[in-house]
């Protein structure tokens, strides 16, 4: 079945504990993508890759890292979370320009 | 920046009413696509016109695109309380190969 996979789906820690959100796609995707979801702000784009070693900032990207080695992996590293990073998180892929978009089924992540 | 805007925020209907949401954006597109997502799950396609596509069905749905005014709406027939959702629009071209999305509209169908 064509999926893409985050994990965790759910995660509660603390300020400054470094943590990454997995996202694994099985459809030989190009193009993958981060996005958080906050209340009132719609989904707001945190980083994408148009393919492996090559990725590029959103309109959010402060405070986040990804990295692109493999086709299938796109994760999502938060260096050193801070409270303002609390939100709901989706991974993307497309296979191509003109392609709709599959999202995973969402990571909440809570810092304290 | 978020490309798409959609119209209303919120929509409250009566099943079997017809729900229009609408959705304006800035720059020139190649495509205009239409996403549901059920409440704190992933978004789901619905589907994808192209810039030079004026109308588009599936099912229920109809969209219609106008590039001269850079907007949209999508039509749901006969709505039903499963169509319960956030529908959001995204955009792809104007430079970005990665689609940028609008705040949503909130739709709730009444049994």
Redesign the interface.
């Known amino acids: 079945e064509a999926q893409v996979t985050q994990n965790p789906r759910y995660l509660i820690t603390v300020t400054g504990k470094k943590l990454t959100v997995t996202c694994s796609q099985n459809m030989n995707h190009e193009y993958m993508s981060w996005y958080r979801q906050d209340p009132g702000l719609g989904l707001r784009q945190i980083y994408y890759s148009m393919n492996v070693e090559v990725t590029d900032k959103g309109d959010v990207p402060e405070g986040y890292k990804v990295s692109r080695k493999e086709k299938r992996n796109f994760p999502l590293i938060l260096e050193s979370p801070s409270p303002n990073q609390t939100s709901l998180y989706f991974c993307a892929s497309k296979g191509g320009l003109g392609q709709p978009q599959h999202f995973g089924d969402g990571t909440r992540l809570s810092i304290l | ?2 490309q798409g805007e959609e119209d209303p925020q919120a929509l409250s209907i009566q099943e079997g009413e017809n729900a229009t949401m609408n959705c304006s954006y800035k720059t020139s597109i ?2 205009l ?1 239409w ?1 549901r997502q059920n409440s ?6 619905l589907i ?1 016109i ?1 810039s030079n596509e004026r109308e588009k069905h599936s099912g229920r749905l109809r969209v219609t695109l106008d590039t001269s005014k850079k907007s949209s709406s999508l039509l749901i027939t006969a709505s039903r309380a499963a169509d319960t959702a956030s529908y ?1 629009c ?1 955009t ?1 071209g104007g430079g970005s ?8 509209t909130s739709l709730i169908v009444h049994p």
């Open positions: 920046s978020q190649n495509n696509q996403y704190g799950r992933g978004l789901v396609h994808l192209r959001f995204a792809d190969y990665i689609p940028t999305f609008g705040r949503g």
